[in-house]
């Protein structure tokens, strides 16, 4: 079992940057891959970005390569997202998720509450 909470979040002007963290609770932290996802209002959750367990592998969405970067500190059980050069459609409810670390919603086994990001113009 694993347990998250995200902190982080914020109203942020565009252009500027925000680092969500999300600490976990649990002793199988680094076996998991970790990934960063986003709701916007009437959208479908999507895919941000995915770590392996060791950290050593990374994918990004198109839209957010090169702007976020994820990591993670296993000794800490805690995944960042650092989300710089930040655009009004960045805004969103970000959830971080632990599993399999795909690109699909269905293949993450726990989820956080999230964390509200507004970017504004």
């Known amino acids: 079992q694993v347990q998250l909470v995200e902190s982080g979040g914020g109203l942020v002007q565009a252009g500027g940057s925000l680092r969500l963290s999300c600490a976990a609770s649990?002793?199988?932290?680094?076996?998991?891959?970790m990934g960063w996802f986003r709701q916007a209002p009437g959208k479908e959750r999507e895919f941000v970005a995915a770590i392996s367990w060791s950290g050593g592998s990374t994918y990004y969405a198109d839209s957010v390569k090169g702007r976020f970067t994820i990591s993670r500190d296993n000794a800490k059980n805690t995944v960042y997202l650092q989300m710089n050069s930040l655009k009004p459609e960045d805004t969103a409810v970000y959830y971080c998720a632990a599993g399999l670390g795909s690109y699909y919603v269905t293949e993450y086994d726990y989820w956080g509450q999230g964390t509200q990001v507004t970017v504004s113009s």
């Open positions: 649990g002793r199988t932290f680094s076996s998991y891959a």
